[in-house]
């Protein structure tokens, strides 16, 4: 008995929106913090008429602000969830498409294994590259370009996630045996992501001597906090939706020949 | 192509119980989702004024602000 694409779907848009539900509260609870230190210097710039920052790095604190405080976090709140929920339609179509060929057992250590490869592909490795920054750094000057390697380093992990499976199945035709193929997936992962780290150049910005080390430090763990939440919910919630047709199906045939 | 696959799989992996169980067909519309979601991605983490105006592009940025630096898209 097949499964329907529709009924993944549903459960791709419920698990999306529960996971990023789940990064808000990160947001809330970890990130905000760290954002409000960041803006206390951005506050402090315009305070000091900018001198404090080298120009371009004009805080956007400055003046009447467009959008309150409060608005801003209620509309990362907001935002957090849309972004669950596209996700986990995308994770829905991948999941249908590739959902024979997942390891893990059942559909929940499939639905982890897929989370953990798009965590990995498409969260950490951009962030390993490009990393994320609080409000007070980053040079609106260089935006495009930073924007531009975030975006290729994405496009690369993603490359590396549809190119070492493809290789592990034509060995498997091939005959070679699973314990040789893990060993070559492994090194062939390592030496893209490697490839990737050197080849890709880094972000043109250099931090602003305002902003304290720890703060860009906290600023990027609280981020990939948030992010490893997004993931790690989206793959425990559309697991367990996942169970339960399995579950439900094999209720109601007891006797399943 | 795609019975290639489904003949790989049931000779490769013969010790997995009923393979052709586990495979959804994925309808052609469903593409068009995807690219729909990943359009509506770069739209709340990436648009500043390519697609809208300025005045709404300023908005869109200041409202998803916190989660742009947050999911560590490059903000400004």
Known sequence: ?257 | MERKGHFAMTTVASASAVPSDTAVSVPVWAWALLAFAVFALYFVSQENGALLSAPAAQMLHELTHDARHALGVPCH
């Open chain 1, 1 to 257: 008995m097949g499964l329907s694409f529709g009924s993944v779907l549903r459960r791709g848009v419920l698990a999306g929106m529960l996971a990023g539900l789940a990064a808000a509260v990160m947001i809330w609870l970890v990130v905000e913090p760290v954002i409000r230190r960041a803006l206390v210097i951005e506050d402090l710039r315009s305070m000091h008429g900018g001198q404090a920052a080298p120009p371009g790095f004009a805080a956007h604190g400055g003046g009447e602000p467009l959008v309150s405080r409060t608005a801003q976090v209620v509309g990362g709140a907001v935002t957090s969830v849309v972004v669950g929920i596209a996700v986990g339609v995308i994770f829905a179509v991948v999941f249908a498409r590739v959902r024979e060929r997942l390891p893990g057992r059942g559909d929940f250590g499939r639905s982890m294994v897929l989370a953990a490869i798009g965590f990995a592909a498409v969260s950490l490795l951009p962030a390993l590259k490009i990393p994320s920054n609080p409000p007070a750094v980053g040079d609106p000057s260089t935006v495009g370009r930073r924007t531009m390697l975030y975006a290729v380093v994405l496009l690369l992990g993603v490359a590396v996630a549809v190119v070492v499976p493809t290789m592990d199945r034509r060995l498997a035709l091939r005959g070679v045996v699973a314990s040789t193929r893990w060993a070559l997936d492994v090194a062939a992962v390592v030496v893209l992501l490697a490839l990737v780290l050197l080849l890709v150049p880094g972000s043109p910005d250099q931090v602003p001597a305002d902003v304290p080390a720890d703060l860009v430090w906290d600023f990027r763990l609280a981020s990939l906090a948030q992010l490893a939440t997004m993931w790690l919910a989206l793959g425990l919630a559309f697991g367990l939706l996942m169970e339960r047709i399995a579950a439900r199906s094999r209720a109601l045939r007891p006797v399943a020949s």
